[in-house]
C-alpha cells in the first residue's frame, strides 16, 4: 500500500513538472528559461517574460540595412471571413498593427498573421476607423518589431520610397519609387507615389531609405493610360486617428 502511495505522489509531481497537471484546486503552472539558461516554475503568469518575435527575427532573417528592418516588421494579413488578404506592420513592439479598413471590412473578423519567418498567428477582432480607410489589430503578448514613423512633412519632391507589402501574394516583396507630392481627395489627406501598389500591398509601410513609415499604401488610380500613381495615407493621419489606443508615445523628428 505505501509503494502505492508513494508511486501516486511521484507521479502527481512528475505532471506537475511537465506543466500537464491542470486541476483547478493547484492552478496552473508555468515553465520558462531565465536569463542563465535556466527552467524556472512558477505559477504567477506575470512573471513570465514575452516571447521576444524581434530577436526571433533577426535570427532568422538578419536585416542587412534599415529597408530589411523594416520588411521584418511587415505582416501578411489574411481576412478568415472574406478570404482576402493584404498586408500590415507593427507600428509599437507591445504588437499593435497598422492596415487598411477594406481588408478588415469588419470590426469582429478574425484574422491570420504571418510573419516573414512563416510563423502564425491568429487575432480576433479589430478597431476600424469611421473616417479613413484605417483599421488596427493587436497580437497580445509579444515583443514585436516595430517601424518607427517621420512626419511626412519632412519629405522632399524626388525623395527616394519603398512600398513593402505582399503583392499576388509574393510574401514581403519591396518596389521602390519617389515622393511625388501631397494630395486630398474628398479632404482625406494621401501621399503620391510612383513606388508600385499592387494587390496585397495595402495596408503595408510606405517607408524612407532609412527605414521611417511615413504612410500606409492605400490605393492606386488604374487605367489603361496611367501608371505610377499610388497613394498612402500619412502616418501622422493614423496615429491621430487611433491615440486613444496608441497614446502619444511619439514625437515626431
Not at 500537464?20 to 503552472?29: A, E, Q, R, V
Not at 498573421?113 to 484605417?134: E, H, P, R, V
Not at 507630392?181 to 489627406?189: A, C, D, L, Q
Not at 500613381?229 to 511619439?250: N, V
Request: aromatic letters at 14%; charged letters at 20%; a positive charge.
Amino acid at each position: 500500500m505505501k509503494n502505492i502511495f508513494f508511486l501516486g505522489i511521484a507521479l502527481f509531481l512528475f505532471l506537475l513538472t511537465l506543466n500537464l497537471y491542470d486541476n483547478p484546486c493547484f492552478g496552473k503552472i508555468y515553465k520558462y528559461k531565465n536569463e542563465n539558461g535556466n527552467w524556472v516554475y512558477t505559477n504567477k503568469p506575470s512573471t513570465v517574460p514575452k516571447e521576444d518575435l524581434q530577436a526571433q527575427l533577426s535570427e532568422s532573417f538578419p536585416p542587412k540595412n534599415e529597408i530589411e528592418k523594416a520588411r521584418n516588421a511587415t505582416v501578411l494579413i489574411e481576412n478568415l471571413k472574406s478570404g482576402g488578404f493584404g498586408s500590415g506592420f507593427f507600428i509599437t513592439n507591445d504588437g499593435y498593427i497598422l492596415t487598411n479598413k477594406h481588408l478588415v471590412q469588419d470590426k469582429d473578423g478574425i484574422f491570420n498573421i504571418y510573419l516573414i519567418d512563416k510563423t502564425k498567428f491568429k487575432i480576433y477582432g479589430a478597431k476600424i476607423s469611421y473616417k479613413y480607410d484605417l483599421a488596427l489589430l493587436k497580437l497580445k503578448g509579444y515583443k514585436c518589431p516595430l517601424i518607427q514613423p517621420i512626419h511626412p512633412g519632412q519629405l522632399a519632391g524626388g525623395q527616394f520610397l519603398y512600398a513593402i507589402g505582399m503583392p499576388k501574394g509574393l510574401m514581403h516583396s519591396i518596389s521602390s519609387g519617389i515622393y511625388s507630392g501631397f494630395r486630398r481627395f474628398k479632404g482625406i489627406p494621401y501621399i503620391q507615389t510612383n513606388a508600385q501598389i499592387n494587390e496585397g500591398n495595402s495596408g503595408g509601410p510606405l517607408i524612407t531609405e532609412d527605414g521611417k513609415v511615413t504612410g500606409i499604401n492605400t490605393w492606386k488610380i488604374v487605367g489603361l493610360d496611367t501608371e505610377g500613381l499610388g497613394f498612402a495615407i500619412p502616418i501622422k493621419t493614423a496615429l491621430d486617428e487611433f491615440k486613444s489606443f496608441l497614446g502619444q508615445r511619439y514625437t515626431f523628428e
